[in-house]
């Protein structure tokens, strides 16, 4: 099992970023996928989830209508598009899944966001 993020960076506040996640090693369709953070002293927060299909997501308050949660399982790959990006998201930007009551995760992506 592999994921493996990417698309991070530095920008200002006010722009966008499009992480992704590509897996491997598993049925990708078949898993609901997560997209977690983590801030410097802070704990990993949840970010947004998204139904095996793609048809269903949610996210957490501070990130409606900002981030866009997506997934093409032709490609094994789940995405975060993030848009209006404030100080306060600057963070490892992680993707995950759980099987079999075990959280498999990514090393995760750098986004840092300032002027």
């Known amino acids: 099992v592999q994921l493996v993020e990417s698309g991070g960076g530095l920008v200002q506040p006010g722009g966008s970023l499009r992480l992704s996640c590509a897996a491997s090693g598993f049925s990708f369709s078949a898993y609901i996928m997560r997209w977690y953070r983590q801030a410097p002293g802070k704990e990993r927060e949840w970010v947004a989830t998204i139904s095996r299909s793609g048809g269903n997501s949610n996210y957490a308050d501070s990130m409606k209508g900002r981030f866009t949660i997506s997934r093409d399982n032709a490609k094994n790959t789940v995405y975060l598009q993030m848009d209006s990006l404030k100080p306060e998201d600057t963070a490892v930007y992680y993707c995950?899944?759980?099987?079999?009551?075990?959280?498999?995760w990514g090393r995760g992506t750098q986004v840092t966001v300032s002027s």
């Open positions: 995950s899944f759980s099987s079999s009551g075990n959280d498999y």
